[in-house]
């Protein structure tokens, strides 16, 4: 497990962590369409998909065939997961409070998580304290922020060569790495630097890697539409 700082939180992580807190703050609505390949637990699927945001944790997906038919349509409004199945005409509603997205994608990924980093925003944390370390061979600072009881719960690996996040790093409660986003691609749009390209991943092999072909920033969102109904 990563070791918090003994000491005071040196002024240059507080700097790290302001400028990265600052970024993309005022999007608050993101669309986009694009591909997500998934290695799960009953093999690899290739989708189109068309999702919208809208932060901290509403959500909208329609997941497609590379065939163009829907296979299905899952929303979230922070509090529920409803999901409808267009392959097996079934419809699911869950209780998404202090839960997270396994069951579809066998990783630990809270929705507010994924809205986050989509975005290009730093995933919602509260730190107690905080270390930066590096940078390593890959000229990569890590930014780790530690919980109240000094157990790590994100860190941001920052290339100081493109002066952009490379990898977030995720921790479950115990401290251990729930998963990994890899910031692959980025582009500009209208001022800002989105993740055009995240491959997500545990340690056992699970992952999905998504991208964005088009992205709308701040295209404003009514709130029904990430409560589904069957």
């Given at each position: 497990m990563l070791a918090p700082p003994t000491g005071p939180v040196s002024p240059a992580a507080l700097a790290m962590y302001a400028e990265l807190k600052a970024r993309n703050q005022d999007i608050q609505s993101l669309k986009a369409i694009g591909d997500i390949r998934l290695e799960t637990s009953k093999g690899t699927r290739v989708a189109h998909i068309a999702f919208t945001v809208l932060r901290p944790d509403k959500m909208r997906m329609t997941i497609m065939a590379i065939s163009g038919v829907t296979v299905a349509d899952v929303a979230t409004d922070g509090a529920t997961l409803t999901m409808i199945d267009h392959e097996q005409g079934g419809f699911y509603r869950e209780d998404m409070r202090d839960r997270d997205l396994a069951r579809l994608l066998d990783l630990?990924?809270?929705?507010?998580?994924?809205?986050?980093?989509?975005?290009?925003?730093?995933?919602?944390?509260?730190?107690?304290?905080?270390s930066l370390t590096g940078p390593d061979g890959d000229h990569l600072l890590q930014l780790t922020l530690f919980d109240e009881s000094r157990?790590?719960?994100?860190?941001?690996r920052y290339d100081t060569g493109q002066h952009r996040p490379r990898e977030i790093v995720v921790f479950k409660a115990d401290g251990d790495t729930a998963y990994r986003a890899s910031i692959e691609r980025e582009t500009a749009i209208d001022g800002h630097t989105i993740p055009v390209r995240i491959s997500f991943a545990d340690d056992s092999g699970h992952s999905f890697r998504l991208t964005m072909d088009n992205v709308w920033i701040n295209p404003g969102a009514a709130e029904h539409i990430f409560v589904l109904q069957p």
């Open positions: 630990p990924i809270r929705p507010a998580e994924v809205i986050a980093i989509v975005c290009g925003v730093m995933p919602p944390v509260n730190p107690g304290t905080m157990k790590p719960t994100l860190q941001v």
